[in-house]
């Protein structure tokens, strides 16, 4: 049993150092400097909004009219997790007093603040044009697009009650 594991962990280990080399130096090749950290969290972050979007927009099966309304959401979501994650990136850097770390993540909560109002406003019209099936999805998934869910699903079931 020892050995038919060895015999079959060793060329998957060999498989898996080639497969890391290759990539690096593919990663190496492409590019002269290596990203920085910050960089690949920042590209990691909108890869995953990305995503998120797409599978949002999927599920709601939107109508050629209600396409229309899509983009400016989209763009408001997307800029808002930009300003997120700079603002975390800020408030986490190093060489930070605590009194200066408690100043930034002070104004990542503003920020969050006037990004979620900036989501809401665009949303608005898109919302306001679903169905209640639609909406019921829209809700569901949106609350995965922002940290603030509560506030999210609080201001679009206003905005659906008209009492925005």
């Known amino acids: 049993m020892e050995r038919t594991l060895r ?6 280990t060999a ?4 497969l890391i080399s290759a990539f690096t130096h593919i990663a190496v090749a492409q590019s002269d ?4 950290h910050a ?12 995503a998120q979007l797409k599978g949002m927009k999927t599920s709601l099966r ?3 009219d209600q396409e229309k309304d899509w983009g400016s959401f989209e763009s408001a979501v997307k800029d808002a997790e930009k300003a997120r994650v700079t603002a975390l990136q800020k408030e986490q850097s190093s060489g930070l007093t605590p009194m200066d770390r408690l100043d930034a993540k002070a104004e990542r909560l503003a920020d969050s603040q006037a990004g979620l109002e ?6 608005k019209p898109l919302y306001l044009s679903l169905d209640d099936t ?8 949106g609350r995965t697009l922002v ?3 509560g506030r999210f699903v609080k201001e679009m079931r206003r905005v659906g009650k008209g009492t925005s």
């Open 33 to 36: 400097q290596q990203p920085t």
């Open 134 to 141: 639609q909406k019921h999805k829209f809700i569901t998934l």
């Open 118 to 123: 900036k989501i809401v406003e665009a949303a």
């Open 62 to 64: 939107l109508t050629a």
């Open 147 to 149: 940290p603030e869910r």
């Open 39 to 50: 960089e690949l969290v920042q590209r990691w972050a909108e890869a995953a909004i990305d």
């Open 7 to 12: 015999s079959i962990l060793t060329p998957l």
């Open 15 to 18: 498989a898996v150092a080639l």
